[in-house]
């Protein structure tokens, strides 16, 4: 077991569906065995004030189809700081902790690095609705937020058609295009814009102009939250054209965060816990698990931050394909 007795867990950044699953599988793996599992309460802040408390198997009982983290998560930018990161491994030393899980995005990840490069034993699993972590296929939460997603697209879409307009929808995903590029292509929308590839608007107006002259009832409009045109000024410059469809703007926001997680974001959940355990039991620490094909990989966390997660180039030719 590598001298390690007691683990503590802890989730940071943005909640996502999953991260009370993969809590709860590092809990029951540690149990199994037979280390002492620790939760740590409202990420970095509450490993810097000590909120640290004992898990057994029975505390994360009824949470797996739970949305969010019963931890609860918190943003802390001072830990990048060296003298919060002393704070938190002093922490760790008077619970007699040896070992960390984080589960949360590629800011948490990167704090997980700044630990392991201090010598805590870290290990990393990407929690995030973004997928815009760097070496695995899916990030817990991405699968939930596009099924939201999906269905609120629908949705807006049988009342775009009943009243022949065009609507765009603003959707999450920070810097990273992934959420609004797989959800359009599978609600049939007319164009996704990512912050990956600028666009102009003479080029959506053209875009909803085609959708309008081709006889088309409605037209959807999926645009990233970090793209580089905003919902507004799109509607504004649509309305301008004045090109036949109304326009109208819905923006998801943390809806789509919220909610139980899928089958897939379960058993990903599950997965990547009791791998992240085994990591530990084998000695491992600067890793993150990480999806490959079906399989459950580990990455070197120097090699996963830093790096862009790039949106399959084939998606963009799908489109051409499927709108034409
Ligand atoms: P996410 O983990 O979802 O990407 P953030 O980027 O907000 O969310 O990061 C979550 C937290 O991780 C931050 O509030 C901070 O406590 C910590 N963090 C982020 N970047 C770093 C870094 N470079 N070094 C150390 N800690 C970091
Ligand atoms: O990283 C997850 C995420 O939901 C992003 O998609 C979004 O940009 C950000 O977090 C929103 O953060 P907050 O909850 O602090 O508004």
Same mark, same amino acid.
């Given at each position: 077991m590598s001298e390690i007795r007691r683990v503590a867990v802890m989730t940071s950044g943005g909640d996502s569906p999953g991260m009370n699953g993969a809590i709860r599988a590092v809990v029951r793996a540690g149990t199994y065995y037979d280390l002492e599992v620790y939760g740590i309460r409202q990420a970095y802040r509450g490993l810097v004030n000590g909120d640290i408390e004992r898990l057994d198997t029975r505390d994360v009982?009824?949470?797996?189809?739970?949305? %969010? !983290?019963?931890l609860q998560t918190a943003r802390l930018p001072?830990?990048?700081?060296e003298a919060y990161q002393r704070k938190a491994i002093r922490r760790l030393n008077e619970h007699g902790i040896d070992a960390l899980v984080v589960i949360g995005g590629d800011g948490s990840l990167s704090g997980a690095l700044a630990l392991h490069q201090r010598g805590v034993k870290v290990i990393g699993i990407p929690g995030s609705?973004?997928?815009?972590?760097? %070496? !695995?296929a899916s990030s817990l939460g991405v699968d939930t937020a596009l099924d939201t997603i999906i269905e609120a697209i629908d949705r807006l879409r049988d009342t775009a058609s009943s009243h022949e307009r065009v609507f765009l929808v603003e959707v999450m995903g920070n810097k990273c295009g992934y959420l609004a590029m797989v959800s359009g292509l599978v609600t049939g929308a007319e164009f996704m814009i990512i912050p990956e590839e600028e666009v102009t608007l003479e080029h959506v107006n053209a875009v909803v102009e085609d959708a309008y002259m081709k006889g088309k009832s409605h037209a959807m409009i999926v645009v990233a939250e970090?793209?580089?045109?905003?919902c507004q000024q799109i509607a504004e410059s649509l309305s301008a054209h004045d090109i036949g469809f109304e326009v109208r703007t819905t923006i998801l926001g943390?809806?789509?965060?919220?909610?139980r997680p899928t089958t897939f974001d379960r058993l990903l959940a599950t997965r990547f816990g009791v791998a992240a355990v085994n990591a530990l039991k084998e000695g491992k620490s600067g890793v993150m698990t990480a999806l490959e094909g079906t399989d459950i990989v580990l990455r070197n966390l120097e090699e996963v931050i830093g790096k862009q997660r790039p949106i399959n180039p084939g998606y963009s030719e799908l489109l051409k394909i499927l709108t034409r």
């Open positions: 009982a009824g949470i797996i189809q739970a949305g %969010g !983290t019963f001072e830990f990048k700081e609705i973004d997928n815009d972590i760097w %070496g !695995t970090g793209a580089n045109l905003k943390h809806v789509v965060r919220g909610g």
